[in-house]
């Protein structure tokens, strides 16, 4: 998982990399359990998700939300320096473009973003009693 960001936010570069991952994971399961599709086995290793095809999910899931200017695009540089489009999502968005995940990626993805989702909790919980403890200190 590499080191852990406290956010409430991931980019669609961000999920991207998580979905890829957990493809390849999956792959290599049903590559172990003998349950690779036709398709599958003809290809002879797992579907890249490209994050073009990322962006037009995100699109379509999402279309309101970005026409009302609630959702709004991004932009990072790529290694050569190109200015290239991309989303942040909250977590809750992040899950909602899952769905069209298979339940194996869907499963590992939400774990992780519940994760991210804990680590938030913890940090406000730990700050709220630091606070307190500094309360009772000025008292």
Known sequence: MGELKLKKQITSLELLDQVNLFRKEEYKEKLKDGTLTKAEKKKGKFT???????????RDEFSEEITEQKILPSTYKDTTGRK????????????????????????????????????????????????????????
Do not use: C
């Not at 890249?48 to 995100?58: Q, V």
């Not at 939400?110 to 009772?136: F, H, N, P």
């Open 84 to 139: 290239l489009p991309m989303f942040i999502l909250t977590l809750n968005q992040a899950k909602q473009v899952l769905l069209r995940e298979s339940k194996y990626v869907r499963r590992a993805i939400i774990a992780y973003i519940e994760v991210l989702e804990q680590a938030i909790i913890d940090k406000a919980k730990s700050e709220w009693l630091l606070t307190r403890q500094q309360g009772k200190l000025v008292r």
């Open 48 to 58: 890249e998700l490209l994050h073009k095809s990322l962006l037009d999910i995100i």
